[in-house]
């Protein structure tokens, strides 16, 4: 489902110099695996996530996901590809301010055309009903906790049914009660069948995971198999 094969990512900085992000990465990520990726920060690991979900493109090397080599992509063609095939959830949420918690939930179907219309809002408040957010609806994020609000966003990933969800540190903001239910959320996604990248410092969410990949300035550095948590 994921496969990344030599992959380096970097960045100018000032004065000419160049920093690696990632440095030769290779990893490969089956169907329907719920794999934690950990690190300290500069490790890499968010550049992993964006690299993943074509949010970012690649200095070197492929980068293979749900059977497209996104590295040769355009912008216009990646958007919708994105929308169909990766949920993406961000730390800091990044819901639209201006818009309900429901209307998020449509725009994200809107963008993409994958649901039909006709079902659009039923399938927005079938999703928010399966993260406890059915009475919240029809408020603006500004009202809601910060453990709603991400709720809210990993609703949102999942509006257009993507087999693939990346979240980049999603408790790191979180109490530790909160944290443990978004954890618990995510292994409902996994024995649902999707297949899971999740970057964090969270020991609640690493211990879900079946395996975990562990970099270290650029560079992987452990790729373990664990027992998952039982549900």
Same mark, same amino acid.
């Given at each position: $489902?994921?496969?990344?094969?030599?992959?380096?990512? &970097?960045?100018?900085?000032?004065?000419?110099?160049?920093?690696?992000?990632?440095?030769?990465? &290779?990893?490969?990520?089956?169907?329907?695996?719920?794999?934690?990726?950990?690190?300290?920060?500069?490790?890499?690991? #968010?550049?992993?996530? +964006?690299?993943?979900?074509? @949010?970012?493109?690649? /200095?070197?090397?492929?980068?293979?996901?749900?059977?497209?080599?996104?590295?040769?992509?355009?912008?216009?063609?990646?958007?919708?590809?994105?929308?169909?095939?990766?949920?993406?959830?961000?730390?800091?949420?990044?819901? $639209?301010?201006?818009?309900?918690?429901?209307? +998020? $939930? @449509?725009?994200? $179907?809107?963008?993409?055309?994958?649901?039909?219309?006709?079902?659009?809002?039923?399938?927005?408040? %079938?999703?928010?009903?399966?993260?406890?957010?059915?009475?919240?609806?029809?408020?603006?994020? &500004?009202?809601?906790?910060?453990?709603?609000?991400?709720?809210?966003?990993?609703?949102?990933?999942?509006?257009?049914?993507?087999?693939?969800?990346?979240?980049?540190?999603?408790?790191? +903001?979180?109490? #530790? %009660?909160?944290?443990?239910?978004?954890?618990?959320?995510?292994? %409902?996604?996994?024995?649902?069948?999707? /297949?899971? @990248?999740?970057?964090?410092?969270?020991?609640?969410?690493?211990?879900?995971?079946?395996?975990?990949?562990?970099?270290?300035?650029?560079?992987?550095?452990?790729? /373990?198999?664990?027992?998952?948590?039982?549900?």
């Amino acid at each position: $489902m994921i496969e990344l094969d030599g992959v380096e990512k &970097s960045f100018a900085l000032r004065g000419g110099r160049q920093f690696a992000a990632l440095r030769g990465v &290779s990893l490969a990520v089956a169907a329907g695996e719920h794999v934690a990726v950990l690190g300290k920060s500069g490790s890499g690991k #968010s550049t992993l996530i +964006n690299l993943i979900a074509a @949010l970012d493109r690649c /200095t070197a090397g492929r980068v293979r996901v749900a059977g497209v080599d996104v590295t040769r992509m355009g912008e216009s063609a990646l958007a919708l590809w994105r929308g169909r095939n990766v949920g993406v959830v961000f730390q800091f949420f990044q819901l $639209m301010p201006t818009l309900t918690i429901a209307e +998020n $939930m @449509l725009l994200a $179907m809107e963008l993409v055309g994958h649901v039909p219309s006709g079902i659009q809002r039923a399938r927005a408040m %079938e999703l928010l009903e399966r993260v406890g957010l059915a009475d919240q609806s029809h408020k603006l994020p &500004s009202m809601l906790s910060g453990g709603q609000q991400q709720r809210a966003a990993i609703a949102r990933a999942l509006a257009n049914d993507p087999p693939i969800v990346v979240a980049d540190e999603p408790t790191g +903001n979180l109490d #530790s %009660e909160t944290s443990a239910g978004i954890g618990a959320l995510f292994d %409902e996604l996994a024995g649902q069948g999707k /297949t899971l @990248l999740i970057v964090t410092h969270d020991a609640n969410i690493a211990r879900g995971a079946g395996r975990i990949v562990e970099l270290k300035d650029g560079v992987v550095v452990a790729d /373990t198999a664990q027992a998952a948590r039982a549900a």
